[in-house]
């Protein structure tokens, strides 16, 4: 059901800004940030749910938490760089939405190398 009512919000919105773009009006970049950050609210508050049950599973299994806590990292910094990218690419400057995504991409790889590392410990322990 949230999933209608955050679709119903997104068509809205874009109706709304497609009205506003024929009177040349600025305001459409405004509704349509606003509506960004309306719905991106919405996801914060389901990802509260995602983090519980991560949660929940680090009590059945014996993993170091430190990577959930990576992978939580990695999807905060992946869905920050795409809802920024979007929001510049809408606004009309796509040069900036790809430096943001290049810089993404660089933040997600320098998180992710302790897990590398780590795997490349264990693959060079089995060749041993």
Known sequence: MTMLKIGCLGISSVLCCLLMKEMKSPFSTLISVGACIL???????????????????????????AWFEILLKITGITYLADFSSNLCKDAGYSAIAGQIEIFGKLSVLAISSPVILALIETIHAFLQ
Do not use: N, R
Request: one cysteine or more.
């Open 39 to 65: 719905i991106a609210y919405f996801g914060l508050c389901k990802l509260e749910f995602v983090i519980g049950m991560i949660q929940s599973i680090e009590q059945y299994i014996t993993l170091k938490t």
